[in-house]
């Protein structure tokens, strides 16, 4: 149906490009306008209501509402609407923040450094690991591996260490230096015969053969998302990061915990780190920091890590790094009252309540005749459409099969996500509750069971 002329629609059309979007595609179609929010759901231009069954972005924690934020928002903006953290400069909310996120840490941490986004707070890392071990005499020891599937954002740097075609074709990337290595997907990669135990030492020994080939003298640190999420919701296997681990403390790479998913109650623990115990060197953070009502992102160095960029900073007489709104005071504030309200709801215990009942639901979508793979932990979970299920088939790309769920979905009520390899995500904010969670479950087995009807 073509959008009546000056709609905000055909506005949109006119003027906006759209990340993520088929810039071609967006012009036959139109854009989905959404004018609110309230807890759980959004509302369209057309008064319907939809549950967020991924949070947006993986990122309203406490929904698209709260009255708190607002407030919090309100009050920074009447006192100190701006100021910046260059040459030692700094707020309170700024130190407030800093602290209570060292005080969160998975394991000891010593500074808090901040962004804007995920993709700057990865690229800061990757900028830190390299001045790192400039100042600390070690120029050549400078590559960096993520994992094939990993999702680490869309900047120059960050964008190279995602994993997925589409953020590097046409783009020139991904950039000299950055090596991928197995996606820990045991349902695809996991060899017929071989447990899950047996898959996570093949991972471990394929990042071991990478590091060898390449030369330990020249890699600097790995990327990883404890739950890799835009490339797929894939969980590990079990002893997978134990094992990954030990390859990288053997050759002297630095462990960066990419927690812009997991972080703050995810994973049904406070940080991925914690559910999967990673030992990271570097933590970044995003989304549920501030539950997104504002952009902020966070960069966690641990004490070794610190020392270095100190004395570098030292030696030239500046840390030659950082963004206008680096900490702006605004969403710093935002942060702080976000953390607060996750302490006072026990967000953690929250999780651990309502993910039971979501990774039953996904479970039981496993039996489903479209779903090959169902897998989650915590609030974050997938499923995957499969052509064949024996065969582990997926369907052939060009019928768009999981788009098609999706447009089911929203008939259901329910925004979804869909993810490469005909996957549907789950990552609902935080703070859903247990009827809430059955109204996604119902809306998304509806959804399947019209599209096997449709695909019959
Ligand atoms: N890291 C992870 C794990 C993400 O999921 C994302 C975004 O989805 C990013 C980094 C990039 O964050 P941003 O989109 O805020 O740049």
């Known amino acids: 149906m073509t959008p009546p002329r000056n709609s905000s629609a055909t506005r949109d059309i006119a003027t906006a490009m759209h990340p993520y979007t088929d810039a071609r595609a967006h012009e036959a179609n139109g854009p989905m306008i959404i004018t609110r929010g309230e807890g759980v759901r959004v509302w369209d231009d057309q008064g319907r209501s939809y549950i967020d069954t991924v949070a947006g972005l993986w990122c309203a924690a406490l929904g698209f509402s709260n009255e708190r934020l607002v407030q919090a928002a309100t009050a920074q903006m009447r006192k100190l609407p701006f100021y910046h953290a260059f040459t030692s400069k700094s707020h309170e909310?700024?130190?407030?923040?800093?602290?209570?996120?060292?005080?969160?840490?998975?394991?000891?941490?010593?500074?808090?450094?901040?962004?804007?986004?995920?993709?700057?707070?990865?690229?800061?890392?990757?900028?830190?690991?390299?001045?790192?071990?400039?100042?600390?005499?070690?120029?050549?020891k400078k590559k960096i591996i993520s994992r094939v599937k990993g999702y680490h954002g869309v900047t120059v740097a960050s964008a190279s260490l995602t994993g997925l075609p589409a953020n590097h074709k046409l783009f020139d990337l991904p950039i000299a230096g950055v090596f991928h290595t197995t996606t820990p997907h045991y349902y695809h990669e996991g060899r017929p015969g071989e447990s899950e135990e047996e898959f996570a030492t093949r991972c471990a020994s394929d990042l071991e053969e990478l590091i060898l080939r390449e030369g330990p003298e020249t890699v600097a640190a790995m990327f990883m998302e404890p739950v890799m999420g835009a490339g797929g919701v894939i969980v590990p296997p079990k002893t997978y990061y134990e094992k990954i681990q030990a390859v990288l403390k053997k050759y002297d790479v630095l462990i960066v915990a990419d927690e812009v998913i997991c972080g703050f109650g995810r994973t049904g623990e406070y940080w991925g780190c914690t559910t999967f115990g990673i030992e990271p060197d570097i933590l970044t953070c995003a989304k549920a920091l501030s539950s997104s009502f504002l952009p902020i992102s966070g960069v966690l160095v641990n004490d070794k890590v610190y020392q270095g960029l100190a004395d570098g900073s030292h030696t030239i007489g500046t840390f030659g790094h950082g963004y206008t709104y680096s900490g702006h005071p605004v969403s710093a504030a935002v942060a702080v009252e976000t953390l607060k309200i996750y302490d006072e709801m026990d967000i953690v215990g929250h999780v651990k309540k309502v993910a039971p009942l979501m990774q039953a639901g996904i479970q039981k979508l496993a039996s489903h005749p479209l779903v090959g793979d169902a897998r989650g932990v915590g609030l974050i979970g997938a499923i995957e459409l499969v052509e064949d299920k024996a065969a582990k088939k997926n369907f052939d790309p060009a019928r768009k099969i999981a788009a098609r769920a999706q447009k089911l979905c929203e008939a259901e009520g329910l925004i979804m996500r869909i993810l490469p390899g005909d996957g549907i995500a789950f990552s609902p904010p935080l703070v859903i509750n247990e009827e809430e969670v059955a109204l996604m479950m119902n809306g998304v087995t509806n959804a399947l069971d019209k599209l096997a009807v449709e695909l019959r």
């Open 93 to 140: 909310p700024l130190i407030d923040l800093s602290e209570m996120l060292v005080e969160r840490a998975p394991v000891p941490m010593s500074k808090a450094f901040f962004c804007n986004s995920g993709s700057e707070a990865n690229d800061t890392a990757v900028k830190m690991i390299w001045y790192y071990n400039n100042a600390v005499g070690r120029p050549q």
